[in-house]
């Protein structure tokens, strides 16, 4: 790989090396299957098939949501997908999900199944289906998609750009890690100055658009995300900060941000989750052979 400095693009781009950095080995610029293997299925309605990254938790805390309402259709298993292994790349994930990305997830309760990819689709997929965290009003509907929207639009910015360069790139690059923080700051205030006039990203109303948002902005500002809280002066957010610490006492986003978690502390991961009770058991299961 060429020094940034002294790189010049050629005419058309051919994949002739990894890239480098933290992901090299699961990047490739085709799409479809690397192998032949077929998706686990649970006893629950609701298979999900995903890892405890921010987009994957969006839809465990939307789903113990759920559950937490009383939705007993909401029951799920959710299947751990090692993107690190390539197992997004098999013949079943491809199945459901063509762009291979979690999370993943597959409605088997009608009389045929129903694929949902995108975590933003599958929020709103959701929301319809069990008639929950999504204003029916039209004027609290839109302004809950407004953000949820935004943040789809938002993140990559923060992940695959500040996140990529400032922490996973194989080389520092001023001027990439200076753009994007300026973006993701930028992305913050947007975000403060919402919450310094509403409870909740859509106003009073608990939403999917706060579950969309917390595990990635959220995430930011409780210092779990590229390890650069300093960095970025996530203190100064205080609406932010206020509006995280007020997910954090929500049980079902506890728990939500558990599953499907192979990283931090033991006690705080459950690899798979087949059922409600599996939250009571996590901590000697992990003990006794959970990956850290």
Do not use: C
């Amino acid at each position: 790989m060429a020094d940034s400095s002294d790189y010049t693009p050629s005419k058309v781009w051919t994949w002739t090396a990894p890239s480098g950095g933290t992901f090299a080995n699961i990047n490739r610029p085709i799409a479809g299957p690397t192998h032949d293997k077929q998706l686990p299925v649970g006893r629950h309605p609701l298979q999900l098939y995903s890892l405890g990254t921010p987009n994957g938790v969006k839809v465990t805390i939307m789903l113990e949501e759920l559950l937490a309402l009383g939705h007993t259709g909401a029951e799920y298993d959710a299947w751990l997908i090692k993107i690190g292994d390539g197992d997004q790349f098999s013949s079943g994930f491809v199945a459901v999900n063509p762009n291979s990305k979690i999370p993943a997830l597959l409605d088997r309760s009608g009389p045929s199944p129903i694929r949902v990819f995108e975590s933003g689709s599958i929020l709103l997929y959701l929301a319809e289906k069990f008639g929950a965290l999504l204003p029916e009003d039209i004027a609290g509907r839109t302004e809950a998609l407004n953000w949820l929207f935004w943040q789809m639009g938002s993140a990559p910015y923060l992940g695959g750009g500040f996140g990529h360069f400032y922490a996973y790139a194989p080389t520092k690059i001023e001027y990439a890690i200076d753009r994007f923080a300026m973006e993701v700051k930028r992305q913050l205030d947007v975000f403060d100055r919402r919450l310094a006039e509403s409870e909740y990203l859509s106003g009073s109303d608990y939403t999917i658009a706060d579950i969309a948002v917390f595990p990635w902005y959220g995430g930011l500002a409780k210092g779990w995300s590229y390890g650069a809280a300093e960095f970025l002066s996530v203190q100064d957010y205080k609406h932010v900060q206020r509006w995280a610490d007020a997910m954090l006492a929500r049980p079902a986003v506890r728990r939500g941000r558990m599953v499907n978690r192979v990283t931090g502390d033991p006690s705080e991961q459950l690899r798979e989750r087949h059922d409600a009770n599996d939250f009571d058991t996590r901590t000697q299961d992990n003990l006794d052979g959970g990956q850290s």
